[in-house]
C-alpha cells in the first residue's frame, strides 16, 4: 500500500513537471539570453518606447546638427530604404503619432481608424520640436507662413502617384509635378533641402536602452546557434544540412521570432574525406558544399549565416563549429591558431570606425591593416548596417509596415542608395562588422579555407564593440 502510495504521488509529480515544461517556452541548455522570453505585447511596448525616446532626443539632435528648422515629411515619398518592393517609407512611419503598442493614432479629420496624417510636419522652436498634422499640401502654405523657417527638410524623391482612368480601367501612373513645391511657392521652395540624410540619421542613430536591448537581440541568436552547433542538433554521420537547418527554423518558431531568410548551412571538408564519402563527392565545390541532402561527418567545419527579427533589430551573424573525429578530444591545433588569428584581425579592424570618417574612408583604413601571421593569406574588411524594421497598425488591426529596410553607411554592400557615401560615421548606430579571411592550410586543399565571420557591433563615444560577442572559441561538435 505504501509502494502504491508512493509511486502515485512519484507520477503526479512527473506528471506536474512535465506538463510545466511543455507550458513554457523550451530553453536552451546554456543560453541566458534565450530563455528570457518576451511576449509579444511586450515586444511591441518596447520598440514604441525606443522610438518615443528618439523622437525627444534624436529628433532635435540631427535636425539641428543639419541646419534644418522645419522637415516636411510625407506619406507618399519613395521607399528608397526599403530592401523590398513595398511601398510603405520607414520615416514616415516611424514619425507616425502612434499609442505605447504601436497602433497608429487616427488623423484629427479621421473619418476611420485608416485615415492617418498623410503630412508631417516638425518645426524647431529653439527649445523644443512642434509637430503639426496636414492633410494635403495646400495646408502647408499657411503652415510655412506663419513660422517661416529658413531651411526646409523635404524629400526630392517622392511617389508622386495618381490614379488615372484608362477607358474602363483604373490605373495608377506617375505624376512629374510636385504639389509640395507650388504649396511652398518659390520663396520658401527656394530654402529647401533634401532630407535624405536626415531620414537616414533618424532611422539609424538608436539610445543606450536600445543598445541594451540589441544586446540581448544578439544574445539570443547566440544561443540559438550554441544549440544548433552542438550534439542537441547534430548527430554526427547522421544528420544532413538539410536536418540542421530546419532544426534552427523549428527552434526560431518555437521563441516566437521572425526571420527575414532561411538559415544558410555550409560544411567544408577535407579533400581526403570528400574521396572517402563517395556518395556526396559531386555536392563540393573547392571543399566546400550547401546541398541540403549532405550529411554532416565527423572531422568537417559546419558554417552558419542566419538571422532574427526581434525588438526591431535584425540579425546577421556568421559562425563556424567544427566536428570531432574519433579519437579527437579537442579541435586541431591549427584550427584553434586559426580562429585566434581571425580574431586578433577582428580585433584590429574594429580600430577603423573612427567619428567623421565616410564609408570608403573606413574602408581604406581597414584595408591598410594588412595580415601579421603568414598562415592568414588574404583578409578582406567589409561592414554594412544591419537590417531593422518597423512594425505599425491601424486602430482596427490593419498592418502599415511590412518588410525590412536598411540606413546608414557601409563599405560596398549591395550598392542601394540607402547607403549614402557622403555620410560620415556617427556615434550610437549599429553595424554588421563582415570581415573575410583565406588561410593557408594543406590538409584542406590548395584554396585553403576561407571564413567570414560576422556579428553586429556599436559604435559609441567608447570606440566599436561587440553587442554580444561569440565564436570566440570553436563550436564543438562530439
Request: aromatic residues 10%; charged residues 25%; contains cysteine.
Amino acid at each position: 500500500m505504501k509502494i502504491k502510495g508512493f509511486f502515485r504521488i512519484f507520477l503526479t509529480l512527473l506528471l506536474v513537471t512535465v506538463g510545466a515544461s511543455f507550458a513554457q517556452v523550451p530553453k536552451p541548455g546554456s543560453g541566458r539570453d534565450a530563455a528570457n522570453f518576451l511576449h509579444m505585447r511586450e515586444r511591441a511596448k518596447l520598440m514604441e518606447q525606443f522610438w518615443a525616446w528618439k523622437k525627444e532626443n534624436v529628433l532635435p539632435m540631427i535636425m539641428r546638427e543639419q541646419g534644418v528648422d522645419m522637415w516636411i515629411v510625407r506619406n507618399d515619398e519613395e521607399p528608397l530604404y526599403r530592401q523590398t518592393s513595398y511601398s510603405e517609407h520607414p520615416v514616415y512611419l516611424s514619425l507616425l503619432p502612434a499609442n505605447h503598442e504601436g497602433m497608429v493614432i487616427p488623423s484629427k479629420n479621421a473619418r476611420s481608424g485608416m485615415d492617418v496624417p498623410k503630412i508631417l510636419v516638425f518645426y524647431d522652436t529653439g527649445s523644443e520640436i512642434e509637430f503639426i498634422e496636414a492633410q494635403a499640401c495646400d495646408e502647408i502654405t499657411g503652415i510655412v507662413r506663419k513660422r517661416d523657417p529658413k531651411k526646409i527638410a523635404i524629400s526630392k524623391k517622392n511617389l508622386y502617384i495618381q490614379r488615372c482612368n484608362f477607358g474602363d480601367t483604373a490605373q495608377l501612373s506617375i505624376v512629374t509635378s510636385d504639389k509640395m513645391q507650388q504649396a511652398l511657392g518659390s520663396k520658401y521652395a527656394s530654402r529647401t533641402v533634401d532630407s535624405w540624410h536626415l531620414g537616414i540619421l533618424w532611422l539609424s542613430i538608436i539610445g543606450p536602452e536600445q543598445r541594451s536591448a540589441y544586446r540581448y537581440v544578439q544574445g539570443v541568436q547566440n544561443d540559438i546557434l550554441e544549440e544548433a552547433f552542438s550534439n542537441q542538433a547534430i548527430m554526427p554521420d547522421f544528420t544532413t544540412i538539410g536536418d540542421l537547418n530546419w532544426w534552427i527554423r523549428h527552434r526560431y518558431r518555437e521563441l516566437d521570432l521572425d526571420i527575414d531568410n532561411h538559415p544558410s548551412v555550409n560544411i567544408r571538408r577535407r579533400p581526403a574525406k570528400i574521396a572517402e564519402y563517395k556518395e556526396s563527392s559531386q555536392y563540393f565545390h573547392k571543399g566546400r558544399s550547401d546541398v541540403e541532402n549532405v550529411i554532416i561527418r565527423r572531422g568537417d567545419v559546419v558554417g552558419l549565416d542566419s538571422d532574427i527579427l526581434l525588438l526591431g533589430l535584425e540579425t546577421d551573424t556568421q559562425h563556424y563549429a567544427y566536428v570531432l573525429q574519433e579519437g579527437e578530444k579537442d579541435v586541431p591545433e591549427d584550427l584553434l591558431k586559426v580562429l585566434r588569428i581571425m580574431n586578433e584581425m577582428l580585433d584590429e579592424y574594429r580600430k577603423a570606425y573612427v567619428v567623421g570618417r565616410t564609408a570608403q574612408e573606413i574602408r581604406e583604413a581597414g584595408d591598410k591593416m594588412k595580415p601579421k601571421d603568414p598562415l592568414m593569406t588574404k583578409a578582406r574588411f567589409g561592414f554594412h548596417p544591419p537590417p531593422m524594421y518597423i512594425r505599425r497598425f491601424s486602430s482596427n488591426g490593419l498592418q502599415f509596415s511590412r518588410g525590412t529596410y536598411v540606413a546608414g553607411i557601409g563599405s560596398g554592400y549591395k550598392q542601394h542608395p540607402f547607403l549614402s557615401p557622403a555620410l560620415t560615421l556617427h556615434y550610437n548606430t549599429l553595424y554588421a562588422h563582415e570581415p573575410s579571411f583565406t588561410f593557408a592550410l594543406p590538409e584542406w586543399g590548395e584554396k585553403g579555407l576561407t571564413f567570414a565571420i560576422e556579428q553586429l557591433v556599436v559604435f559609441t563615444k567608447n570606440g566599436c564593440d561587440y553587442l554580444d560577442r561569440g565564436n570566440v572559441e570553436w563550436h564543438v561538435v562530439k
